[in-house]
């Protein structure tokens, strides 16, 4: 499986960005697809994630501003971000990971990554 972000962007605070991951090779029925964010000299948190089944998970401080969403014809993944906020700033990572359950439970949980997409959110 090969994931790659795209749509990363410097905006001011209060504006909105659309990622999008294109996801290519074999899938388990049961999966579960997130985004993930890192900024500088922090860890890596969950941000969003969508199961195989459809269910959506959130972050709670991204939970009303930030959407997932999947296009399965098109075999992307997105995320829409609004009201961003110069905390959301970070490098954005899409993953994918076998089995449904727990999607946000953290990145071990993750098999496949893609290389992040730089988001910036000056105030």
């Known amino acids: 499986v090969q994931l790659e972000e795209s749509g990363g962007d410097s905006v001011h605070a209060g504006g909105s960005l659309r990622l999008s991951c294109a996801i290519s090779g074999s899938f388990e029925d049961s999966h579960c697809l997130g985004w993930f964010r890192q900024a500088p000299g922090q860890q890596r948190e969950g941000v969003a994630a969508i199961a195989s089944d459809g269910r959506t998970t959130y972050s709670d401080s991204m939970r009303g501003r930030f959407t997932v969403s999947q296009d399965s014809a098109k075999n992307t993944l997105y995320l829409q971000m609004n009201s961003l906020k110069p905390e959301d700033t970070g490098m954005y990572y899409c993953?994918?990971?076998?089995?449904?359950?727990?999607?946000?439970?953290?990145?071990?949980?993750?098999?496949?990554w893609g290389q992040g997409t730089q988001v910036t959110v000056s105030s």
């Open positions: 993953a994918a990971g076998w089995g449904a359950t727990g999607c946000l439970a953290g990145d071990w949980r993750y098999n496949f």
